[in-house]
């Protein structure tokens, strides 16, 4: 019986430490750059309506950039690039779309 409180005392720490960790990670991100993840989703979801999937802050040709992915209401699976200071859309492209194709 004392297992079973064990156990789930631990579940329940590493579930609240996990939110914890979310939130200091959203935080963290906020003031590496301009703007918050809500922020950068709501701009995303302007563009293309639609149910976010993944979020996600990289450099690219060294700014930091927000890629936000999103299944579009007709089940396009969409990314959206957001420059992370200034909000600014930088790219909109269907998954899979390949930018070097042209190249050939």
């Not at 703007?35 to 999937?53: D, M, R, T, W």
């Not at 700014?63 to 969409?78: C, P, Y």
Request: charged letters at 30%.
């Amino acid at each position: 019986m004392d297992m079973k409180k064990t156990t789930g005392g631990a579940l329940a720490g590493l579930v609240l430490t996990g939110g914890m960790l979310t939130a200091v990670s959203a935080q963290t991100a906020a003031e590496q750059t301009g703007l918050s993840e809500a922020q950068v989703i709501e701009i995303a979801l302007l563009e293309v309506p639609g149910e976010v999937q993944e979020i996600e802050l990289e450099s690219e040709d060294g700014i930091q950039v927000f890629e936000i992915e999103i299944l579009a209401s007709d089940g396009t699976e969409m990314e959206v690039e957001i420059h992370a200071d200034t909000g600014e859309v930088l790219e909109i492209e269907a998954e899979g779309d390949d930018d070097d194709a042209d190249d050939d």
